[in-house]
């Protein structure tokens, strides 16, 4: 998770330094005074006061840059992205020569969403300026986004030499070394980043985060990281939250409030959408909280489905929680966890009676606010995992996941092995759960199948650095670089599903699972072998295929992994038969039935509702 600067730097003034303004309740000054004035109010939260200045200065000197730009700096803080926009542009006519005011301008816009041209913007700032930390920080987020995490990598590390104390260029280089799967650099780096400010909140959630990636991660260490950041940060928030005063009917229509960074076209929306499309309006209150920063057509989609969409990106943590608790929101869930776009603070100040951790997050908060999580005995056999969960572990009773197949999914190609007589694997799972030990299982398949050839897509394999790294990696087991085929990001989500119409076989991640990518596979008619581990993000193919019923796609160890994959690729009869049904088994399943999951979660919701009415009405005045 890499968040974009709370504040965007003020730039120094520039030029006509000699004029004279007056200033209210002040003598004369110079225009130079006035800036320096007006720039300390700003970075004191004055807003006011900074907006005034720059108003007198722009009474006598109306082309001022630096007035310009501040007074859009002062718009970006109080909401209005549209008049910053128009006045950080401004500002870069007046004066097309500083570095600053394309960097901050590319920042606004990259909130807007319009990236093309925040790039474009931070392009030239680094242009004019490459000595500028803060512009190079800017465009290594917008390039992190763009999935070019090489480029990234390489911007963040000159910021690092230019400012070496700043802890958000050591923990934006860790959320790219994670991505690109450099597991141990990105961990050395975020923690770095604690070391320089060890109230960086962002950082440590960075860090749980890539310490679930992480081979050698164990439940118990997980479970005590997660702790640590509990105790420092969450449990002073929640020991001074006041009672929530809801209404404990236990039959009322419920407020369900749904808080996540990714209402946008992201791979948790394809189990969140169904749900939200299928809950029962007239006992259910939905209310959407998103904490992302911009807006796309799912986002639009999305809104539909509420009672209540609220834009809480620009709200910090108390003001969000305030929201919530006005809202009288019964169980509100959270779906990111640590992920980009978390808000676990706003959890930690207890807004609602009842908080669920659902989806986005694979291990536990530790956060003693939030109460249960929602899940199912594939994913968490009972006695198994209850153990490294703070929270309740509540079994849906079928799968914990609700796949909705997406409307432009073309149709199911036939199988690769038809067209040139060879056996092709495939995952398409980011990076970081590509851990050796999964590379080196894979390499095992591919010896065991002659001719065979792998597949790998994700975005970082589009640069020439990481796909060499990747290459050698399956040269050191003995593969050479042609039986590995290496794609990068598709921007067209259909020809992205169309890629695994290259795929006979795909070959899930372990420990760390794919969902989206294994529904994806499926759907397009490829089966996918997978390795049961001991913990929930280990499982997750578990829960996916004992959901379509395929179990005797998941192997119980290595060995057996390495079996069922050679052994389906040496059966064509049955890799045809498969094509043909996987589509048509999902959407008869559990996981594709959306009104079937959403009443079996509304009743885990009502249920958990009257035990803290039960608890509520129980306890003495």
Request: net charge negative; hydrophobic share 45%; with cysteine.
């Amino acid at each position: 998770m890499v968040p974009w600067a709370d504040r965007l730097p003020v730039t120094p003034p520039r030029g006509n330094a000699a004029a004279g303004v007056t200033i209210r309740n002040m003598p004369q000054v110079t225009i130079e005074q006035a800036m320096q004035l007006a720039s300390r109010h700003y970075a004191g939260g004055n807003l006011r006061a900074a907006g005034e200045i720059c108003r007198s200065i722009l009474d006598v000197l109306p082309d001022h840059a630096p007035a310009t730009h501040l007074l859009g700096l002062i718009a970006h803080q109080k909401g209005d992205q549209a008049a910053a926009v128009e006045l950080l542009y401004r500002s870069i006519r007046l004066d097309p020569a500083c570095s600053e005011y394309y960097s901050n301008c590319g920042g606004v816009l990259r909130m807007l969403g319009r990236f093309d041209e925040a790039l474009a913007c931070l392009q030239q700032a680094v242009a004019l300026d490459p000595d500028n930390a803060s512009a190079l920080n800017n465009l290594a987020i917008e390039l992190s986004s763009r999935g070019q995490h090489d480029q990234a990598i390489d911007a963040w590390r000159r910021a690092i030499a230019l400012e070496p104390r700043d802890c958000r260029y050591h923990q934006g280089l860790g959320c790219a070394l994670t991505e690109v799967g450099l597991l141990d650099e990105a961990i050395a780096s975020l923690q770095h980043a604690i070391e320089l400010d060890a109230d960086f909140v962002p950082a440590y959630s960075s860090l749980l985060l890539a310490f679930n990636y992480h081979p050698r991660s164990t439940p118990a260490f997980l479970l005590e990281q997660h702790r640590r950041f509990a105790r420092r940060f969450a449990e002073p928030l929640t020991a001074a939250a006041a009672a929530c005063g809801n209404n404990p009917d236990p039959d009322r229509t419920l407020r369900i409030g749904y808080v996540s960074g990714d209402f946008r076209r992201h791979s948790v929306m394809y189990f969140l959408e169904p749900i939200l499309r299928h809950h029962d309006r007239s006992a259910f209150d939905v209310f959407c909280y998103s904490t992302c920063a911009w807006a796309d057509q799912v986002t639009d989609r999305l809104r539909q489905c509420a009672s209540q969409f609220r834009d809480i990106a620009a709200l910090d943590d108390e003001a969000a929680a305030a929201l919530v608790r006005s809202d009288a929101i019964d169980i509100l869930v959270d779906l990111s966890g640590h992920m980009s776009g978390g808000r676990l603070l706003v959890f930690a100040r207890k807004p609602a009676p009842v908080q669920v951790s659902y989806l986005g997050y694979p291990s536990t908060t530790a956060m003693s606010a939030i109460d249960y999580r929602i899940t199912d005995a594939a994913a968490d056999p009972p006695g198994m995992t209850d153990a490294y969960f703070s929270e309740r572990l509540l079994r849906l009773p079928q799968t914990f996941l609700c796949y909705g197949p997406p409307s432009d999914a073309p149709d199911v190609a036939p199988p690769p092995f038809e067209i040139d007589d060879r056996v092709t694997f495939g995952s398409f799972n980011m990076l970081a759960k590509l851990t050796p030990q999964t590379i080196a299982a894979w390499a095992r398949i591919l010896a065991a199948v002659s001719g065979s050839r792998l597949l790998l897509k994700c975005g970082p394999l589009g640069s020439a650095p990481t796909a060499t790294r990747i290459t050698a990696a399956f040269a050191g087991h003995g593969i050479a670089a042609d039986r590995l085929i290496l794609m990068g990001h598709i921007d067209s989500h259909s020809e992205h599903l169309a890629a695994y119409g290259r795929i006979d076989i795909a070959l899930d991640s372990f420990p760390y699972n794919g969902a989206t990518t294994t529904c994806e596979a499926m759907w397009m008619g490829v089966p996918v072998v997978a390795l049961a581990g001991e913990t929930h993000h280990a499982r997750v193919g578990v829960s996916l295929l004992t959901a379509v019923g395929l179990p005797e796609l998941i192997a119980h160890d290595i060995d057996d992994y390495v079996r069922l994959a050679v052994e389906l690729a040496q059966d064509r009869g049955r890799l045809t038969r498969l094509r043909r049904e996987m589509r048509p088994r999902m959407a008869q399943s559990a996981l594709t039935d959306g009104g079937r999951f959403s009443g079996s979660l509304e009743a885990v919701y009502r249920r958990i509702w009257r035990e803290w009415c039960a608890r509520r009405t129980c306890s003495p005045a």
